[in-house]
């Protein structure tokens, strides 16, 4: 069975910091495109960061570029999002998500996920 076990969301106030933690089981971690996707009241689900797990190299939407950090912990099949400068208009639900497609040029689109975890709450606070 395919789990994603997102957690580590919480309040912070503007300019805190958070890392969620999103542990996988069930598929061959080390073969997919891990991504973390947020999704605000009101407003369609949006991607955040992705990570092809094959080479490391990640991707970032513009606007949290310098702020987050995606990362891999292959031993516990575990993804992290470390987010640093916190803003209000970062609060949302975060998803994370899993994809066999490898990615290499850009954060793959929603559709291209084959596996999803429950959210985890990121409330900032001004």
């Known amino acids: 069975e395919v789990q994603l076990q997102a957690s580590g969301g919480g309040l912070v106030q503007a300019g805190g910091s958070l890392t969620l933690s999103c542990e996988a089981s069930?598929?061959?971690?080390?073969?997919?495109?891990l991504g973390w996707f947020r999704q605000a009241p009101g407003k369609e689900r949006e991607g955040v960061s992705c990570i092809n797990n094959l080479n490391g190299s990640t991707y970032y939407k513009e606007s949290v570029k310098d702020r987050f950090t995606i990362s891999s912990d292959h031993a516990k099949n575990t993804v992290y999002l470390q987010m640093n400068s916190l803003k209000p208009e970062d609060t949302a639900v975060y998803y994370c998500?899993?994809?066999?497609?490898?990615?290499?040029?850009?954060?793959?689109?929603?559709?291209?996920?084959?596996?999803w975890g429950q959210g985890t709450l990121v409330t900032v606070s001004s």
């Open positions: 069930g598929f061959a971690f080390d073969d997919y495109t």
């Open positions: 998500a899993a994809s066999y497609i490898v990615v290499v040029k850009d954060l793959l689109p929603l559709y291209e996920y084959d596996y």
